[in-house]
Structure formats: structure tokens, C-alpha cells
């Protein structure tokens, strides 16, 4: 059983900058990739940022320069820094990652439950 756990949600104000981590658990045999996905209400969920197991990285444009995502293979662990944030930022923020349970297998997409973050005054 694979998991993901996300933390570092909570309530900030515009300007301010929060920290997202997601660890992920149990039995595998690689990561290939792994991202933060996010969800407003009402709307679909999008890419936010993903990093693959080279360290190449990517953001959605709308987060450039102000978010940067960061993972430690060693822990398969996986960060968020969020600076700068702004009101549309607030959503649901879901941790995702691309791994194989086997050598042989193919890669499946686990999700973490998702953690809210709200920016407000």
C-alpha cells in the first residue's frame, strides 16, 4: 500500500508564504515523478509544479517565480515553498506522484487527500 501525506497547509495572508510537504510511504520500487496539483472551487484541478527523478522542474506560469518545488530522494519526500501568495492561490493543493510498485510494473499516479490553502485578509 502506497501513501501520500500531505502537510503545511493553513490561512495566510496576501504577500505571505507557506510550506507544503508530502511524504510518501509504503512499498515501492521507484518514483518517477512527483507534483502539487490544485483545486479552487468550481474549477478543474491543475498542474501547479513538478519535478522528475533527473530534477528537471516545471511550473504552471501563473507560479513563476514565486513557488519552488523541491524533493528528497533519500526521504521521498516532497516541498512546495509558496512566497508571494496571492488570493487566487487559495485551493485545495493535492501532492502526486508517478512511481512503479515493481521493477516490471508500469507507472501508476498515487494522490495524496489534499490540503487547503487559504489566502485572505
Known amino acids: 500500500q502506497v501513501q501520500l501525506v500531505e502537510s503545511g497547509g493553513g490561512l495566510v495572508q496576501p504577500g505571505g508564504s507557506l510550506r507544503l510537504s508530502c511524504a510518501a510511504s509504503g512499498s515501492f520500487f521507484s518514483i518517477d515523478g512527483m507534483g502539487w496539483y490544485r483545486q479552487a472551487p468550481g474549477k478543474q484541478r491543475e498542474l501547479v509544479a513538478y519535478i522528475r527523478d533527473s530534477d528537471t522542474t516545471m511550473y504552471t506560469d501563473s507560479v513563476k517565480g514565486r513557488f519552488t518545488i523541491s524533493r528528497d530522494n533519500a526521504k521521498n519526500t516532497l516541498t512546495l515553498q509558496m512566497n508571494s501568495l496571492k488570493p487566487e492561490d487559495t485551493a485545495v493543493y493535492y501532492c502526486?506522484?508517478?512511481?512503479?510498485?515493481?521493477?516490471?510494473?508500469?507507472?501508476?499516479?498515487?494522490w495524496g487527500q489534499g490540503t487547503q490553502v487559504t489566502v485572505s485578509s
Open positions: 502526486n506522484a508517478r512511481l512503479l510498485r515493481y521493477y516490471y510494473d508500469r507507472p501508476l499516479d498515487y
